[in-house]
């Protein structure tokens, strides 16, 4: 994509030196003889850098400068100016504008700068694209599923995201507590600036706080240069503490100080540190047993646990088995080059039927291989990993996990005998003869059952 930049000068030997300059194939030049022009190009034409001579007449480039910036804030204005006219040119600058020139200017010095401006507003575009697209990666249309207790998690989300209350993510290892953590900040006020991650499990205690609060140089054998620490990165957006029934009593005790007076003074220092973050913590671990042990503050768990959001379990919600495998399937189908069409529904009631101890990741993983391992083609039983085949083979007689909110029986039992149907079918290789009699069914019982729940895949 070419970049834009438009020329804004009244003087022909002027104007005529800088089309000169700036005619190249990189480059969509516009030209300006007055301020007038140059507005009504701003308002009809994108346009990433302004070269503007400060007197004009129809309006002279201090209004060019204002309209500038209203109607393309990232767009960048550098002024030229006569030498009584410096002071004008210092104010405009207060005003937004990136640089100033002074006539007569040298050709190649102004060259320099304009390329230089044009790279910071390519870099500012990218900059805005990324974001855009971290906002639309990790928005709640990555968050999968139709079962009541995802519902829950995403209605959750969009009535807490756009405050600044602390939110403490619960729930077992794989279900995706990340995923919720990066939702609720980018789609907050404070997309804008940084998710700052840290895992407090996968980083030593003696160093921990180092990470979290940085230090000076000279805090300790080794600390040869000052470091930022993490609380610091994250200054006006969020910072997510990760595993975070696994830090020490002694940085426990740090952490709430820090949410209590939004300070805090990096290791080794003397100096506070004021800090404005939103904090979002998460764990795998059961907190109101670690504090009966005193594992864990009881004070810190009530200043962390102000929103609770609990991340269900894949056990918890079975129905929205099939739209994550669709999901991994196309997400490995592009990453691994493969060709994969789809599962087959003896496949499908296998996986429906798992414990899975390890949630979505164990999942995710399971999927990963089958894509790899098959190609092309659909997913059979047989592309299953054994260990997974052997608990989908018991996991027909498991009692299934009542939630919270308990679970409709009826609902539960239908989804319990199509789960014997299939695995019932796919072990008798569709023959329903073989699959009525694994089952101490009648074959027409058991093609009428077929017909009543819309399994039977002969109609």
């Not at 940084?194 to 030593?204: D, G, T």
């Not at 979505?360 to 039983?381: D, T």
């Amino acid at each position: 994509m070419k970049k834009s930049l438009l020329i804004a000068e009244d003087e022909d030997i002027t104007a005529g030196l800088l089309r000169k300059l700036f005619s190249r194939p990189d480059l969509e030049l516009h030209i300006a003889r007055d301020g007038a022009e140059a507005i009504r190009i701003l308002d009809s034409q994108p346009v990433d850098v302004v070269l503007t001579d400060v007197k004009m007449p129809g309006a002279d480039g201090l209004q060019v400068l204002g309209h500038a910036r209203k109607a393309n804030p990232d767009c960048e204005v550098i002024l030229m100016t006569g030498f009584g006219s410096v002071e004008a040119a210092v104010h405009a600058m207060k005003l937004g504008a990136f640089h100033y020139v002074t006539k007569p200017f040298d050709a190649e010095e102004v060259v320099r700068l304009v390329d230089r401006v044009l790279d910071v507003t390519r870099v500012k575009r990218e900059n805005v694209q990324l974001k855009s697209q971290a906002r639309d990666h990790w928005s709640l249309t990555n968050i999968i599923g139709i079962s009541d207790p995802i519902r829950n998690v995403i209605s959750m989300i969009r009535k807490v995201a756009d405050t600044d209350s602390t939110v403490l993510i619960t729930g077992e290892s794989g279900t995706g507590k990340e995923l919720v953590a990066r939702a609720l900040h980018y789609l907050s006020p404070r997309a804008e600036r940084m998710l700052v991650p840290i895992n407090c499990s996968a980083i030593p205690a003696e160093l921990l706080e180092s990470e979290l609060f940085g230090h000076v140089k000279g805090a300790f054998t080794g600390a040869h240069m000052a470091r930022t620490g993490r609380f610091e990165m994250a200054h006006n957006g969020t910072l997510f503490l990760d595993e975070i029934g696994e830090m020490s009593p002694h940085l426990q005790s740090k952490l709430l100080r820090v949410l209590q007076e939004k300070s805090f003074t990096p290791v080794g220092g003397n100096k506070p540190v004021l800090v404005d973050v939103r904090v979002i913590a998460a764990t795998n671990k059961d907190l109101d047993e670690a504090m009966r042990k005193g594992e864990f503050r009881e004070d810190l768990f009530y200043r962390l646990n102000v929103i609770p959001l609990r991340i269900p379990p894949l056990r918890e919600r079975p129905e929205d088995i099939p739209l994550l495998v669709e999901h991994f399937i196309k997400k490995f189908n592009r990453d691994k080059g493969r060709a994969v069409e789809g599962i087959r529904p003896e496949t499908m009631a296998i996986l429906r039927q798992m414990r899975w101890t390890g949630n979505i990741r164990e999942l995710e993983n399971v999927i990963e291989r089958a894509v790899v391992l098959q190609g092309s083609g659909f997913i059979e039983p047989s592309d299953l990993p054994d260990q997974p085949q052997r608990e989908g083979g018991n996991g027909g007689s498991a009692v299934p996990t009542l939630g919270e909110d308990g679970l409709d029986i009826k609902q539960a039992t239908d989804e319990f005998e199509n789960g014997l149907i299939r695995q019932a079918l796919a072990r008798a290789n569709g023959n329903k003869n073989k699959a009525a009699a694994l089952l101490g069914l009648k074959r027409t019982t058991f093609v009428e059952m077929l017909k009543r729940k819309q399994l039977d895949t002969d109609q």
